[in-house]
């Protein structure tokens, strides 16, 4: 099974959009994120075989970098190579963040933040109405996958629309203890 891409396969090994994919992306279906992700991944498909067995859902670009949306079952399968998240982070210049498609608020913030565990997802209500959704994780903030706070955040917005704020534990116990 060959990789399942936004865009045909052709047009991503290429480079260049057939007439479908160019009129898809004038019509706003697909974003050029989908299309450098795309490209990127059949790049790359050839040194990580884990990504012929997965399909490409979507990509979001916050600033350089990418939250890529995969099939929910295709996540362990990019996982298991330890190799995966550097080379599509050399590929597209930025942090790559992989999230499986579909799922709550909560699944989604799970995967970004992995391998960090998620403790505690909250809705912080603002006063001017809007609101904030505050993930509280491990007290180690030097895991790689949430090195990266302002960058994070862009894609977070731009995937779900969500206002990420990220606490660890021990920030968290410091407010209700100080
Ligand atoms: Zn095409």
């Known amino acids: 099974m060959p ?3 936004p865009i045909c396969n052709f047009d991503a090994k290429t480079g260049i959009l057939c007439a479908n994919c160019e009129a898809r992306l004038q019509k706003g279906e697909i974003t050029k994120a989908d299309v450098e992700a795309s490209k990127a991944a059949i790049g790359l498909s050839d040194r990580l075989p884990e990504l012929n067995r997965v399909a490409l859902r979507r990509a979001f670009d ?14 362990p399968v990019l996982r298991s190579n330890p190799s995966m ?5 050399t590929a597209l210049k930025g942090k790559v963040w992989i999230v499986g498609a579909g799922g709550n608020d909560r699944k989604f913030l799970e995967d970004v933040f992995f391998p960090a565990k998620v403790l505690t ?3 912080v209500w603002l006063s001017d109405g809007g609101k904030k959704t505050k993930v ?3 007290a180690k903030r030097s895991e790689r996958r949430i090195g990266d706070f302002d960058k994070l955040r862009d894609a977070v917005r731009r995937a779900r629309g969500i206002e990420l704020l990220v606490e660890t534990e021990r920030e968290a116990a410091s407010k209700l203890h100080p």
């Open 85 to 89: 998240y550097s080379e599509l982070e």
């Open 3 to 5: 990789l399942k891409l």
């Open 121 to 123: 997802v909250n809705t």
């Open 136 to 138: 509280i994780v491990p």
């Open 62 to 75: 916050g600033g350089g970098n990418y939250v890529l949306e995969f099939e929910q079952k295709d996540i």
